[in-house]
């Protein structure tokens, strides 16, 4: 729905400016622009590109948790370092892990992220990827952090990490659109005479 409805807009502020670039003085009623020879196709058009850009942009994200962590800064942490917070992270992936019954999944931490914060990020539960950030390391008791991480391992189970790929790649195709549509709203403003329906006096 949010496809058609967004396609449809772009559409219309296509026709309406191209109408409008054509005959500034000209108000064109809902009917005319609907009915424009090529408004059907614009329409179209812009709804494969929009389902195109969603559906390479989830390719793209399919590549597995470790690609995802690291389009987002995070990086996996050294299981054998000596640093006693992060030891502490890596112990309660794990023991959540045996807990629930998966693999223990890949380990990252957002180094520079000084706020509390963590995600879970992966296609399948084979390749799932866990991440906290340094501050919620730092700055969470133990009990605390088993709690973050243990929301992220029921995001592994429930299969959201599937899904949440699956909305990030609809809502860049959407973004795309929208991008489109501010380049078609700024050619709009810059039409010499716009309709009376439009000027500061209309009713």
């Not at 390479?56 to 995802?68: A, N, P």
């Not at 429930?158 to 929208?178: C, Q, R, S, T, V």
């Amino acid at each position: 729905m949010a496809v058609l409805s967004t396609a449809f807009i772009i559409a219309y502020f296509l026709i309406l400016t191209y109408l409008y670039k054509m005959n500034p003085k000209i108000n064109p009623p809902l009917e005319t622009i609907l009915h424009h020879q090529f408004f059907s196709f614009i329409f179209i058009g812009i709804i494969i590109v929009i389902l195109l850009c969603s559906v390479v942009k989830i390719f793209l994200l399919s590549g597995g948790g470790k690609h995802i962590a690291k389009m987002v800064g995070a990086f996996p942490v050294d299981l054998t370092t000596s640093d006693l917070q992060i030891k502490k992270y890596i112990n309660v992936v794990e023991e959540m892990a045996l807990a629930s019954g998966t693999p223990v999944p890949a380990i990252f931490m957002m180094e520079r992220e000084s706020s509390i914060n963590a995600f879970a990020a992966g296609y399948e539960i084979d390749d799932a990827v866990i991440a906290v950030s340094r501050g919620a390391i730092d700055q969470l008791t133990r009990a605390e952090l088993q709690g973050v991480v243990a929301h992220e391992f029921s995001h592994i189970l429930n299969g959201d990490m599937k899904l949440n790929i699956k909305l990030m790649g609809y809502l860049f195709g959407l973004f795309w659109a929208h991008g489109c549509g501010g380049s078609c709203l700024t050619s709009l403003s810059a039409t010499p005479t716009f309709p009376s329906r439009w000027s500061s006096g209309s009713g």
